[in-house]
């Protein structure tokens, strides 16, 4: 099982390498945040990782209790990767040489994106005209990146 610390986030130094995974913070956990759990305390079935989505019911609220306890590297949340930027609708549109910066297109929004989990997401208003930058900064993981997406209008789910 992967240890899953602080030190294991996409920020830091370009030569280490970082874990594809972090343990998530309670304030993460909102309906419809995607984690994972190591699930070992039942003999027969599988000990490994399993995908789970935090409901509008409270399902799965017994796992937040696990980022806090002994149990705490049984709750991990992956990386935001150019997979999850695809699989949300985006389509790669440009990419340079040398340069971390990917420019990824869903309709008429624009996001610019790099490996560090940094983003500038740009949204054209049909009213107005005209494009405005509607967030700068650093997405962790898909969940965050759904929420921005929603909470500015380009999607929705």
């Known amino acids: 099982m992967d240890e899953i610390t602080l030190s294991s986030l996409p920020f830091g130094k370009p030569h280490v390498m970082r874990s594809p995974y972090y343990k998530p913070f309670f304030e993460e956990f909102h309906i419809g945040f995607e984690y994972e759990i190591f699930e070992d305390w039942d003999a027969d079935e599988d000990k490994s990782w399993h995908k789970q989505t935090y409901g509008e019911d409270g399902t799965n609220s017994e796992h937040i209790g696990y980022i806090g306890s002994w149990s705490m590297n049984k709750v991990r949340v992956k990386v935001l990767d150019e997979a999850d930027i695809t699989q949300l609708g ?68």
Not at 113 to 120: D, F, P, V
Not at 134 to 147: C, D, F, I, P, T
């Open 90 to 157: 985006f389509e790669l549109n440009h990419e340079e040489k040398g340069n971390p910066n990917k420019m990824f297109f869903l309709g008429k929004h624009s996001l610019i994106w790099n490996y560090k989990g940094w983003c500038i997401l740009t949204v054209r208003s049909d009213e107005r005209q005209e494009d405005y930058t509607a967030y700068v900064g650093y997405l962790r993981n898909k969940s965050e990146l759904k929420r921005i997406l929603q909470m500015t209008g380009c999607v929705e789910w």
